[in-house]
């Protein structure tokens, strides 16, 4: 899990996951559909996606198989292409699909750290490159993200380590610490899941964003901030299943316009 080379601070830092606390979503659904949208990404694969998507941004948390899904999609796309390519894409999917989905109550939270002179990192399950780009875009430290593997800057499809999810951020993040010589005492943290419970435990001002129902509840009972910047739940409930059935209609719809092309090929 590489990170930026950063100058020690004795004023701590701070951590941000990034999946509905810095962004609206799933990052790596919305990686699938800028991929989906140059045809580099499979009808089944961008389904599948979007079927996670759809159970993260209605009830709020994250299915382990919908992890593990999205994990093996991701590296069996990525296999046998070259790092600076994918880097790349990456680059133009963030700007086209990414950039206006930041909460900007989250972004305002990051600013407020950076204001202080703190340093702010990623810590995320998202494909690290993708978090760099994320960190970079934003003026941000640093980011520790999942890490794919490569031999000579190819993708070999396997991971280095595993998924940076749940307890493997609050390892990532105190061997970062030790390493920068921070107190965790003196670092913030926000996330939107239980799952990050681990991290968030980790250090002295933790912070809930956008949480789900397990982390809300957790949070009021040991008093810690809770910050929610979603409008309309109630109708975003409705609205993301109509999306769902839509995606579906397009997909069928555009399976078939290539069908009718390949015949006519033929």
């Known amino acids: 899990m590489p990170h930026d080379t950063v100058p020690p601070s004795t004023k701590g830092a701070a951590f941000f996951d990034v999946d509905n606390t810095l962004m609206r979503g799933a990052s790596i659904y919305h990686f699938a559909r800028g991929l989906a949208s140059r045809d580099l990404f499979t009808t089944r694969d961008l389904l599948r996606f979007a079927w996670g998507q759809t159970v993260f941004r209605v009830t709020g948390s994250e299915q382990p198989e919908h992890i ?7 590296l069996a796309f990525v296999a046998g292409h070259g790092v600076s390519d994918l880097v790349a894409l990456c680059e133009e999917i963030y700007d086209d699909t990414m950039a206006d989905r930041i909460w900007e109550g989250t972004r305002e939270l990051v600013q407020g750290h950076l204001d202080a002179g703190r340093q702010v990192w990623l810590v995320t399950a998202t494909p690290v490159e993708l978090a760099q780009i994320i ?7 640093g ?28 390892v990532a993040v105190r061997a970062l610490a030790r390493r920068e010589g921070w107190d965790l005492d003196s670092c913030s943290a926000y996330s939107d899941s239980s799952n990050d419970l681990p991290l968030l435990s980790l250090v002295g001002d933790p912070h809930a964003v956008n949480p789900d129902g397990d982390l809300r509840r957790y949070a009021r009972t040991h008093g810690w901030p809770v910050h929610d910047f979603r409008r309309h739940r109630t109708a975003l409930k409705v609205a993301v299943p109509a999306a769902m059935a839509g995606a579906v209609a397009g997909a069928v719809a555009m399976r078939a316009i290539r069908h009718r092309r390949t015949a006519r090929a033929i």
């Open 143 to 170: 980011a520790l993200g999942t890490e794919a593997e490569n031999l000579d800057g190819v993708y070999t499809g396997r991971l280095n380590g595993d998924l940076l999810h749940g307890p493997a951020k609050a």
């Open 135 to 141: 960190r970079r875009r934003l003026g941000l430290t």
């Open 68 to 74: 593990d899904a999205a994990r093996e999609a991701a």
